[in-house]
């Protein structure tokens, strides 16, 4: 399991010795981690700083390095190169993906993802019954955008299923550029798609080259593609927090929003901790983009129970 690394609290100077981390502050050293260990870095102070050793040596360790910005949310990702030993066979699997399997891998991440929020709401209530019903219907490509009618659905019953509950006057919305519980299910998004890109480029992947995302100014395509089924982790995480007391995106919410990458999943009969399945979940795609498999297999919450799923056709 590698270990998230969080710079927000103080300033602090990353620099590297005999591929340790090293932290420090006012010139001494206040804490080193082994750069092998560390998976995710996020910098949140405006005032820490690098040297060129240690960015290069934890891009050799394949650590990801996420910056925030002045709004404290990540606004950028560094990224390793890929130093996967059949990235060329590999990046000829992707850029061969023919459009039908690219539609129906998109119609199993819907399906997983709308199965995931039914698992968000209460048992037996019409909302949980209704996307579960949606997740049953989405066919090849989703067409039919079965993905936004199960966000209305779900949003609107996000916070209590049974007697939504009121923010500032105002039933919750989601707004990707809001602030309130906004902003913490985006933290929590950005840090999910970093491990996500990650475990992409560990594999030889471009996350560029999306299944279903297109856009061409993003970089991360097939990462935002993979992430999708994982979102309801961060918003389980967030209503729990918010229900715990947090208001404000500080150090100890994004501490705690962080943690998702240590949660324990499963895939099948194996379990670990979410850094490790995202993985094993991109090495899915690859037996999918190679003909091998017709299931992409997808995390789920230890214990959890999603529904049933729909037939694969290949």
């Not at 260990?37 to 990801?64: F, M, N």
């Not at 659905?153 to 916070?159: A, D, F």
Request: proline share 7%; aromatic share 4%.
């Amino acid at each position: 399991m590698k270990r998230t690394l969080e710079i927000s609290r103080e300033a602090a100077h990353l620099a590297v010795r005999n591929r340790q981390l090293l932290l420090k502050r006012d010139g001494a050293v206040v804490g080193s981690i082994p750069c092998e260990d560390i998976g995710v870095v996020v910098v949140d102070h405006p005032q820490t700083t690098y040297t060129h050793g240690a960015l290069a040596t934890l891009a050799a360790s394949d650590a990801a390095v996420v910056i925030c910005g002045d709004n404290h949310l990540p606004a950028a990702i560094l990224l390793p190169l890929a130093a996967h030993s059949q990235v060329v066979a590999r990046l000829n699997l992707q850029l061969a993906v023919s459009l039908p399997r690219a539609k129906r891998l998109w119609q199993q991440i819907v399906a997983a993802k709308v199965r995931a929020q039914a698992a968000n709401l209460a048992p037996g209530t019409a909302p949980h019954a209704k996307l579960l019903a949606l997740a049953r219907e989405v066919k090849s490509g989703d067409p039919a955008n079965v993905e936004a009618q199960a966000a209305r659905v779900y949003w609107q019953h996000w916070l209590a299923p049974d007697d939504p509950r009121e923010l500032e006057g105002e039933a919750f919305r989601r707004d990707p550029d809001g602030r309130g519980l906004n902003g913490f299910l985006n933290y929590g998004y950005a840090v999910v798609r970093a491990g996500v890109a990650r475990a992409i480029v560990a594999a030889g992947l471009l996350p560029s080259l999306g299944v279903h995302h297109k856009h061409r100014g993003n970089a991360f395509c097939l990462a935002d593609d993979l992430m999708e089924p994982l979102r309801p982790l961060i918003d389980d995480r967030v209503r729990s927090m918010y229900r715990q007391g947090y208001v404000e995106l500080n150090q100890p919410a994004k501490a705690a929003l962080l943690e998702v990458l240590a949660a324990p999943m499963q895939m099948g009969d194996q379990t670990g901790p979410l850094m490790v399945m995202l993985h094993r979940l991109v090495a899915s795609l690859v037996r999918c983009y190679a003909g091998e498999s017709r299931r992409l297999e997808i995390p789920v919450p230890c214990g959890e129970e999603l529904g049933e799923e729909p037939p694969a056709r290949q």
